[in-house]
């Protein structure tokens, strides 16, 4: 009988133990700071070509024919699978980066799609009648309607890079990242370290949404003083 | 000289003509206002000639700069009067925009969101849009539709000045909005009937 046993789940004081210890070590921000940073750019690659394959698809038909079909299955496609087969293909240092941008760029294209979709045609064909630049365009009539599509693809994207880029990261244990860390807990059964390690992802994932939330307000506001 | 000219044009949606067999001219410096019943084809006229849409049958011919108030506002919402007279002048004719928007009325809103705008002042904020662009040929659709005789006399006054000289085609219901600008008027058919009234 193992129940009320530490070596199968920890106490919430140890967990807060753990958490203590672990925030007190120079080494566990290092750590963080490597897995955030391989992370965010999956994320960023995949906001940035999203964002411009969602665009290319508005304009051709083709190209939209000829990748919804890939993004659908890449939709379905579980992230171990992606992350064993990534391993094939780039090193285990960068197999989170490459993960996270194979998680978040459908949703993101997906987002900035339905964004452009959604566009009141009637103020397109203002500008087009005025002959707005183009420049001006995207900023007075484009983006204000696109932010909020951006911005909650943005933030979903975000968690399921946080998600699978960890996952990915204990499958290919890169020296010094989170994913490691969390290898050597499930090796060692310490499941006070887990849940505080937990804790740790759970707040980057919160200050990293809260960043992107609150530059994507700056935005806003910047675009309503035009 | 025509600057806008329009022979035998036709516009069909689906198995239906909006619009059939129509022949217009806007002289330079000239104004024409185009009535009807409704559905009669008006904003597809319009439509026609700002090259919103191509015909299906006959000629359009307009210049290649033209301006436009449309039947619905089309500003905005989130920027302010200014901001909306930007996307179109930019920065460089900001004291015109404020100078116009004066004239209009609308001086005591500087920095409210045209959201906050009664229908009435953001007709108003359309047409200081419309004025303020660079353009050869100005086509209104229902310019003064929600606001009082006192503002639509002042909004035709600004008007009448800045269009000075380019030629002006307009929608209207009422053939009082019509000498308000000094058009001609042209009546359309009901959507059933073919071929071009003249003015009675």
Same mark, same amino acid.
């Given at each position: 009988?193992?129940? #009320?046993?530490?070596? =199968?789940?920890?106490?919430? %004081?140890?967990? !807060?133990?753990?958490?203590? $210890?672990? *925030? /007190?070590?120079? +080494?566990?921000?290092?750590?963080?700071?490597?897995?955030?940073?391989?992370?965010?750019?999956?994320?960023?690659?995949?906001?940035?070509?999203?964002?411009?394959?969602?665009?290319?698809?508005?304009?051709?038909?083709?190209?939209?024919?000829?990748?919804?079909?890939?993004?659908?299955?890449?939709?379905?496609?579980?992230?171990?699978?992606?992350?064993?087969?990534?391993?094939?293909?780039?090193?285990?240092?960068?197999?989170?980066?490459?993960?996270?941008?194979?998680? #978040?760029?459908?949703? =993101?294209?997906?987002?900035? %799609?339905?964004? !452009?979709?959604?566009?009141? $045609?009637? *103020? /397109?064909?203002? +500008?087009?009648?005025?002959?707005?630049?183009?420049?001006?365009?995207?900023?007075?009539?484009?983006?204000?309607?696109?932010?909020?599509?951006?911005?909650?693809?943005?933030?979903?994207?975000?968690?399921?890079?946080?998600?699978?880029?960890?996952?990915?990261?204990?499958?290919?244990?890169?020296?010094?990242?989170?994913?490691?860390?969390?290898?050597?807990?499930?090796?060692?059964?310490?499941?006070?370290?887990?849940?505080?390690?937990?804790?740790?992802?759970?707040?980057?994932?919160?200050?990293?949404?809260?960043?992107?939330?609150?530059?994507?307000?700056?935005?806003?506001?910047? *675009?309503?003083?035009? | 000289?025509?600057?806008?000219?329009?022979?035998?044009?036709?516009?069909?949606?689906?198995?239906?003509?909006?619009?059939?067999?129509?022949?217009?001219?806007?002289?330079?410096?000239?104004?024409?206002?185009?009535?009807?019943?409704?559905?009669?084809?008006?904003?597809?006229?319009?439509?026609?000639?700002?090259?919103?849409?191509?015909?299906?049958?006959?000629?359009?011919?307009?210049?290649?700069?033209?301006?436009?108030?449309?039947?619905?506002?089309?500003?905005?919402?989130?920027?302010?009067?200014?901001?909306?007279?930007?996307?179109?002048?930019?920065?460089?004719?900001?004291?015109?925009?404020?100078?116009?928007?004066?004239?209009?009325?609308?001086?005591?809103?500087?920095?409210?969101?045209?959201?906050?705008?009664?229908?009435?002042?953001?007709?108003?904020?359309?047409?200081?849009?419309?004025?303020?662009?660079?353009?050869?040929?100005?086509?209104?659709?229902?310019?003064?539709?929600?606001?009082?005789?006192?503002?639509?006399?002042?909004?035709?006054?600004?008007?009448?000045?800045?269009?000075?000289?380019?030629?002006?085609?307009?929608?209207?219901?009422?053939?009082?909005?019509?000498?308000?600008?000094?058009?001609?008027?042209?009546?359309?058919?009901?959507?059933?009937?073919?071929?071009?009234?003249?003015?009675?």
């Amino acid at each position: 009988m193992a129940v #009320g046993h530490e070596f =199968l789940l920890a106490s919430p %004081l140890s967990v !807060l133990r753990a958490l203590a $210890r672990l *925030l /007190s070590q120079p +080494a566990t921000y290092l750590t963080a700071l490597r897995s955030a940073g391989r992370i965010l750019l999956g994320f960023l690659s995949a906001f940035a070509l999203g964002v411009a394959l969602a665009a290319l698809c508005r304009r051709s038909p083709l190209v939209s024919a000829l990748v919804s079909p890939l993004l659908s299955a890449a939709r379905a496609v579980p992230v171990a699978s992606f992350a064993i087969l990534a391993i094939l293909l780039v090193s285990s240092g960068w197999l989170s980066t490459f993960v996270c941008f194979v998680i #978040g760029f459908p949703v =993101l294209f997906g987002n900035t %799609l339905e964004g !452009l979709q959604r566009r009141d $045609r009637a *103020l /397109s064909e203002m +500008a087009r009648v005025f002959r707005a630049p183009w420049g001006r365009r995207l900023l007075y009539v484009d983006l204000p309607q696109l932010l909020p599509f951006l911005r909650a693809g943005a933030v979903t994207a975000l968690g399921l890079c946080w998600k699978s880029g960890v996952a990915a990261e204990v499958i290919g244990i890169p020296r010094g990242t989170i994913g490691e860390a969390l290898y050597s807990v499930k090796v060692n059964y310490n499941t006070a370290d887990l849940f505080a390690w937990t804790v740790i992802i759970v707040l980057l994932n919160a200050l990293t949404a809260f960043l992107l939330r609150r530059g994507a307000a700056l935005l806003s506001g910047r *675009l309503a003083r035009l | 000289m025509s600057a806008i000219v329009l022979h035998q044009a036709g516009r069909r949606y689906g198995g239906r003509w909006a619009l059939r067999g129509l022949d217009l001219r806007v002289p330079e410096g000239g104004a024409v206002c185009v009535m009807g019943p409704s559905g009669c084809g008006k904003t597809t006229l319009l439509r026609l000639v700002l090259g919103l849409e191509r015909p299906d049958e006959g000629r359009v011919e307009a210049p290649g700069r033209l301006s436009a108030v449309f039947q619905e506002d089309r500003l905005l919402e989130h920027l302010t009067a200014e901001g909306n007279l930007r996307l179109v002048t930019g920065r460089r004719r900001d004291t015109a925009a404020a100078e116009l928007l004066a004239e209009l009325g609308l001086s005591d809103e500087p920095g409210k969101p045209v959201s906050s705008f009664s229908g009435g002042m953001k007709r108003r904020v359309a047409i200081a849009r419309a004025l303020l662009a660079d353009y050869d040929a100005l086509l209104l659709d229902e310019p003064f539709k929600g606001l009082d005789a006192d503002t639509r006399e002042r909004t035709a006054g600004a008007i009448l000045r800045l269009n000075a000289g380019r030629a002006l085609l307009m929608v209207a219901h009422d053939p009082g909005e019509a000498r308000l600008l000094g058009a001609d008027i042209v009546r359309l058919p009901p959507p059933a009937e073919g071929g071009l009234k003249p003015a009675g």
